[in-house]
């Protein structure tokens, strides 16, 4: 296999997930990535990924909530080193807190750290990288943390390229 840019990984995840599951329609929520060697501040060396789908259905006018099927999400792993992609994974709820990414993102991690290094002055190393769109906020966004919880890092807007500290 060779290197694919992260939202090349995203297309390949989605037409694994809709040849395993082809009935309903998923929108894509959140690539997940990490460094498996620890902190780094060569985005190149974020290569494992994480893909996220959640299930999705047109809205019905007048449909009663009881009447509304249950969803769920789509996980797939993959590397953006090798191009390979795991097993498709099936989760019995939604993926929540995050809006579909709806557009392709042309904005690549390592455009969003140098803006983050560069225009911010932010020089520390990250292990954990999430591109998504918080549903609290206006802006999707790449996300580098310290911590897998997504709480202590910095958050760098693909729209208006803001740079703002996460917790």
């Known amino acids: 296999m060779t290197t694919v840019e992260l939202w090349e990984l995203g297309v390949r995840a989605r037409a694994k997930v809709d040849a395993e599951s082809p009935v309903r329609k998923k929108v894509l929520v959140m690539f997940a990535g990490e460094c498996?060697?620890?902190?780094?501040e060569n985005m190149?060396?974020?290569?494992?990924w994480r893909v996220v789908f959640n299930e999705d259905i047109a809205p019905v006018p007048d449909r009663p909530r009881s009447e509304e099927p249950d969803l769920g999400s789509f996980e797939v792993t993959g590397r953006t080193d090798t191009g390979e992609l795991g097993d498709v994974v099936f989760h019995e709820e939604p993926f929540l807190e995050n809006a579909p990414l709806t557009d392709v993102v042309a904005m690549s991690p390592v455009e969003a750290y140098k803006i983050l290094r560069d225009e911010a002055g932010v020089t520390d190393g990250f292990q954990w990288v999430y591109l998504h769109h918080p549903v609290a906020e206006d802006h999707v966004q790449y996300r580098f943390t310290y911590d897998k919880s997504g709480r202590q890092g910095w958050s760098v807007h693909v729209d208006d390229r803001e740079v703002k500290p996460l917790g």
Do not use: K, Y
Request: charged share 20%; hydrophobic share 10%; proline share 20%.
């Open 36 to 40: 498996p060697s620890g902190p780094t």
């Open 44 to 48: 190149d060396e974020i290569t494992h």
